[in-house]
């Protein structure tokens, strides 16, 4: 089981480009959990999805941040048109059922914007 | 709103030293509490949860409700046990967790 994998590792992206975060959960998981790691800050929450739904986007920006899960594929977090305050370290993490404090995490999507 | 506050940036330690890494939670009720590690260039791992009450890599942390505390502690450190650490709790079997902004644990030679 290769756990839960993002990619890519490291991001790079001018400001105005757009940028897409892949998550592939570990095999057997339905739920995904995006988390947003600014720097010098702790982890926090972004959105909460299912295989095609949406649970919980609370934690997500207003504008210019989306996220999917679609029935086939990886869940994917896109950015449009990033601006430099973007530039963070983007978690996912899975598990196989609602209320499981077996999150499985990724290793992470480092985002830098220039 | 409820926080959880990692005071240390930073500990370096020597190797064989006892190490402790201080967490505060504010929530009131009767939250779950976790350690997550990070080794270097890895995955954010589960080192271990209060409700277990368990011993991780001779890592132990005790609940203190009256201090709202979960600090981790290990008697005698080694050098793989660097890497960083992050305290977070969950209230009430929601899906969210809350994360510290980590300690960074350097244990030198």
């Known amino acids: 089981n290769a756990g839960v994998m993002q990619n890519p590792r490291h991001l790079v992206r001018r400001r105005g480009q757009e940028a897409r975060l892949r998550c592939s959960p570990m095999?057997?998981?339905?739920?995904v959990y995006w988390y947003r790691q600014l720097p010098e800050e702790g982890l926090k929450f972004m959105v909460y999805?299912?295989?095609?739904?949406?649970?919980?986007e609370s934690g997500m920006p207003k504008e210019r941040f989306s996220a999917e899960f679609p029935k086939e594929g990886p869940s994917i977090l896109r950015i449009q048109q990033v601006v430099r305050g973007d530039s963070a370290a983007y978690f996912c993490?899975?598990?196989?059922?609602?209320?499981?404090?077996?999150?499985?995490f990724g290793s992470g999507t480092r985002l830098t914007v220039v | 709103a409820q926080r959880v506050t990692q005071p240390e940036k930073l500990l370096s330690v020597f190797k064989g030293a006892p190490v402790e890494l201080k967490c505060n939670y504010s929530?009131?009720?009767?939250?779950?509490l976790f350690w997550y590690v990070q080794y270097s260039r890895q995955r954010l791992q589960l080192l271990l949860r209060?409700?277990s009450r368990e011993s991780i890599k001779g890592f132990t942390a005790d609940l203190n409700k009256g201090e709202t505390s979960f600090h981790l502690k290990k008697p005698f450190a080694q050098e793989e046990d660097s890497a960083m650490y992050y305290c977070?709790?969950?209230?009430?079997?929601?899906?969210?967790?809350?994360f510290g902004s980590g300690t960074r644990l350097l244990v030198r030679p």
């Open positions: 993490a899975s598990s196989p059922a609602v209320v499981d404090y077996g999150y499985t």
């Open positions: 977070a709790q969950r209230m009430d079997s929601s899906y969210k967790l809350i």
């Open positions: 929530y009131s009720g009767s939250p779950e």
């Open positions: 209060h409700i």
């Open positions: 999805l299912q295989k095609e739904n949406i649970i919980d």
């Open positions: 095999k057997g998981h339905s739920h």
